[in-house]
């Protein structure tokens, strides 16, 4: 959600922008590169922290698998010797 509103701040500053870079073109130039620029760098600094949250989210998820996989494992291998099986391996 927070993403999305950045994302909407952002296009509308650059909405703005190019509005004003249209209507005058005098010593308003450099507001306009200013807030353009500064629209480009909240958009950039946004998709890092989606790149980072979507990541450790990934990570997570990456260790709650394995994390269940043994559970299973060892649920498996306790179940084998509970019924002397000869190999317990799973």
């Known amino acids: 959600m927070n993403i999305?509103?950045?994302?909407?701040?952002?296009?509308l500053v650059l909405v703005t922008a190019g509005t004003l870079a249209a209507c005058d073109q005098s010593s308003d130039d450099n507001k306009v590169e200013d807030a353009m620029s500064n629209a480009g760098d909240a958009v950039e600094q946004t998709m890092d922290n989606a790149g980072e949250?979507?990541?450790?989210?990934?990570n997570s998820i990456e260790d709650t698998m394995t994390d269940t996989g043994n559970a299973i494992?060892?649920?498996?291998?306790?179940?084998k010797e509970g019924m002397n099986a000869k190999d317990t391996d799973c």
Do not use: M, S, V
């Not at 949250?53 to 990934?58: D, I, Q, R, T």
């Open 73 to 79: 494992e060892d649920k498996c291998e306790e179940a």
């Open 53 to 58: 949250a979507l990541n450790n989210a990934g």
């Open 4 to 11: 999305k509103r950045t994302l909407l701040n952002t296009a």
